[in-house]
């Protein structure tokens, strides 16, 4: 089993960068594909991005292509958000997750706890 655990998020202003961080706990982290997901107020908990196992393809919905890089470190046991030019439409709780591909879509599945990430004008 995998236990995950966010962290780095805060309060940013608009165009400012910031890195979340998810630790996993257990040895099927490795051969687990991860997302982020978030969650703002009054929204819906929407689809951020996803890595597969290896790390060698990468996935991000549109609205942060470009700003957004979801990365991973096996060996650390760790998947990261580096997120830069941020803007207030981002203020969410951002959550890590363990994924599997159906389709187009990315289904999540044990939660982390989620970080709060506040992106002020």
């Known amino acids: 089993q995998v236990q995950l655990v966010e962290s780095g998020g805060g309060l940013v202003q608009a165009g400012g960068s910031l890195r979340l961080s998810c630790a996993a706990s257990g040895r099927a982290f490795s051969s687990s594909a991860m997302g982020w997901f978030r969650q703002a107020p009054g929204k819906e908990r929407e689809f951020v991005a996803a890595i597969t196992w290896n790390g060698g393809m990468t996935f991000h919905t549109d609205s942060v292509k470009g700003r957004f890089t979801i990365s991973r470190d096996n060996a650390k046991n760790t998947v990261y958000l580096q997120m830069t030019s941020l803007k207030p439409e981002d203020t969410a709780v951002y959550y890590c997750?363990?994924?599997?591909?159906?389709?187009?879509?990315?289904?999540?599945?044990?939660w982390g706890q989620g970080t709060q990430v506040t992106v002020s004008s």
């Open positions: 997750a363990v994924v599997r591909q159906s389709g187009s879509r990315w289904l999540p599945s044990t």
